[in-house]
């Protein structure tokens, strides 16, 4: 049993928030995003966030820090796009591996220096390991509802790539988020599988969809219960929701996922829903007495934020954690 695994089984862990919330505020130019490194790039960068940790690693670093100082016991690395499939709108394919194994070096550097300060509350970093911008099990054209702009095998190359990198940079966990299409996320899970075998690795893998919409499904069709079972084949530290719904619209599946399986779960919500301009209103204390909910009901294990959510939110989110025990599991 991992040391993440020893302690979940005592209280509730905290996650960070949104990474791309608090860059934004940074305003970077397109010069800030090139930096030295990428300054002659043939093609425009800006926006490209994941590069940030090459470039502005200091930022990054800034920004894991604020989160565990408001409280969370978990980070993300900055990888959320960080495969070739997500880098070839930026021309950067070719850098998976350096953007995925600088993000993870960062995030363990400032997570074992908070840990060294308060070795009773150790930091935990997790790869961050998102959905792609492509889907597996739907047709991006509705003219021809056959066609897939993306293979099994080929997003299995790419996850397994990232994972290598995420890996040799020091993470605790694995994170597949954000999981639209149930297809892409096996694929993941295939990949990283794989490697545990091929290198005897102990890393725990959590797993996080999303809901999208008022039907209660994911966007390839799935409810929470179909999600469930697709990757039950997998041990798994822990499935949980994020992103898309705020706290109160996400709290009904979140009880749906407490009957469907006997496991870890975990949630991280955005602040709300996004308003006319795509910001997020809600405040600190509004996402913490929603997400209080969760914690009344016990129905998890790990909680954070996702988008829109900052160090102030987290940190009153951190505090009402403390006062609950977390879900138990059936052994």
Same mark, same amino acid.
């Given at each position: 049993?991992?040391?993440?695994?020893?302690?979940?089984?005592?209280?509730?862990?905290?996650?960070?928030?949104?990474?791309?919330?608090?860059?934004?505020?940074?305003?970077?130019?397109e010069d800030d995003?090139?930096?030295?490194?990428?300054?002659?790039?043939?093609?425009?960068?800006?926006?490209?966030?994941?590069?940030?940790?090459?470039?502005?690693?200091?930022?990054?670093?800034?920004?894991?820090?604020?989160?565990?100082?408001?409280?969370?016991?978990?980070?993300?690395?900055?990888?959320f796009s960080s495969?070739?499939?997500?880098?070839?709108?930026?021309?950067?394919?070719?850098?998976?591996?350096?953007?995925?194994?600088?993000?993870?070096?960062?995030?363990?550097?400032?997570?074992?220096?908070?840990?060294?300060?308060?070795?009773?509350?150790?930091?935990?970093?997790?790869?961050?390991?998102?959905?792609?911008?492509?889907?597996?099990?739907?047709?991006?054209?509705?003219?021809?509802?056959?066609?897939?702009?993306?293979?099994?095998?080929?997003?299995?190359?790419?996850?397994?790539?990232?994972?290598?990198? /995420? +890996?040799?940079?020091?993470?605790?966990?694995?994170?597949?988020?954000?999981?639209?299409?149930? @297809?892409? !996320?096996? =694929? $993941?899970?295939?990949?990283?599988?794989?490697?545990?075998?091929?290198?005897?690795?102990?890393?725990?893998?959590?797993?996080?969809?999303?809901?999208?919409?008022?039907?209660?499904?994911?966007?390839?069709?799935?409810?929470?219960?179909?999600?469930?079972?697709?990757?039950?084949?997998?041990?798994?530290?822990?499935?949980?929701?994020?992103?898309?719904?705020?706290?109160?619209?996400?709290?009904?599946?979140?009880?749906?996922?407490?009957?469907?399986?006997?496991?870890?779960?975990?949630?991280?919500?955005?602040?709300?829903?996004?308003?006319?301009?795509?910001?997020?209103?809600?405040?600190?204390?509004?996402?913490?007495?929603?997400?209080?909910?969760?914690?009344?009901?016990? /129905? +998890?294990?790990?909680?954070?934020?996702?988008?829109?959510?900052?160090?102030?939110?987290?940190? @009153?989110? !951190?505090? =009402? $954690?403390?006062?609950?025990?977390?879900?138990?599991?059936?052994?």
């Amino acid at each position: 049993m991992t040391k993440i695994e020893k302690i979940l089984n005592e209280r509730i862990l905290v996650l960070d928030g949104a990474m791309g919330t608090m860059l934004q505020a940074y305003s970077f130019t397109e010069d800030d995003f090139r930096g030295t490194q990428f300054k002659d790039h043939p093609c425009p960068v800006q926006g490209n966030n994941d590069m940030l940790s090459i470039t502005q690693p200091e930022a990054i670093k800034a920004v894991h820090q604020k989160y565990f100082d408001a409280g969370a016991d978990i980070v993300e690395t900055n990888t959320f796009s960080s495969t070739s499939i997500g880098m070839a709108d930026y021309q950067m394919e070719d850098w998976v591996y350096e953007l995925n194994f600088q993000s993870a070096k960062i995030a363990r550097e400032v997570a074992d220096a908070t840990t060294a300060k308060d070795p009773n509350k150790p930091r935990f970093v997790a790869g961050s390991i998102g959905p792609t911008n492509r889907t597996a099990s739907m047709s991006p054209d509705v003219n021809d509802p056959g066609y897939r702009a993306i293979t099994f095998d080929q997003l299995v190359e790419a996850y397994a790539a990232q994972v290598k990198a /995420l +890996v040799a940079g020091g993470v605790d966990v694995l994170l597949v988020e954000t999981v639209f299409d149930t @297809l892409n !996320a096996k =694929a $993941a899970l295939f990949a990283i599988d794989q490697l545990k075998q091929e290198n005897q690795w102990d890393v725990p893998v959590m797993v996080s969809g999303t809901i999208t919409d008022a039907s209660g499904r994911t966007l390839s069709g799935q409810t929470v219960e179909a999600f469930v079972v697709s990757i039950s084949h997998i041990p798994l530290l822990s499935i949980g929701f994020n992103c898309a719904l705020g706290a109160d619209q996400l709290l009904p599946y979140l009880r749906r996922l407490s009957t469907a399986t006997e496991g870890l779960i975990s949630a991280h919500p955005n602040a709300g829903l996004p308003n006319a301009f795509g910001a997020y209103d809600q405040t600190p204390e509004e996402m913490r007495d929603l997400i209080e909910k969760y914690l009344e009901e016990n /129905l +998890v294990n790990i909680i954070g934020g996702c988008c829109g959510s900052t160090p102030d939110h987290i940190a @009153l989110i !951190a505090a =009402a $954690a403390e006062k609950y025990t977390p879900r138990k599991i059936s052994k």
